[in-house]
């Protein structure tokens, strides 16, 4: 059974693995313990495969671009996702995120690997 190996130059698991632990993958799925702590902030990386993210753990967080302009200010949300949810995310652009909040953000990102 073989797998499909990222292409991007800044997949996450490859330069960000300390925060993307791997639990599992094959040829249809990634799936990444993705976790980051108050306060610090993750690698520059991207995220090649759209997928679903089950949350954990919240705590308000800022998405930068590599030159440090502001993606997504989780403060801005109409809606907090709240610990238990399951939200659809589309591949993401390079960026680094951080933690602005006092608790961890951690959340299990199934990415779906195209066919």
């Known amino acids: 059974m073989s797998t499909m190996t990222p292409t991007h130059p800044l997949d996450a698991r490859t330069v960000a693995p300390?925060?993307?632990?791997?639990?599992?993958?094959?040829?249809?799925?990634?799936v990444l313990d993705a976790r980051v702590a108050p306060g610090e902030r993750t690698p520059i990386h991207a995220n090649e495969w759209p997928g679903v993210l089950y949350v954990i753990s919240t705590s308000d967080f800022v998405r930068y671009d590599p030159e440090g302009n502001v993606l997504l200010d989780s403060r801005t949300l109409p809606r907090k996702v709240s610990p238990g949810e399951a939200v659809w995310t589309g591949p993401l652009v390079p960026h680094y995120?951080?933690?602005?909040?006092?608790?961890?953000?951690?959340?299990?990102a199934v990415e779906i690997k195209p066919r």
């Open 18 to 30: 300390a925060e993307h632990e791997l639990l599992l993958e094959n040829e249809h799925v990634r």
């Open 97 to 108: 995120l951080r933690n602005i909040g006092d608790a961890e953000l951690r959340v299990i």
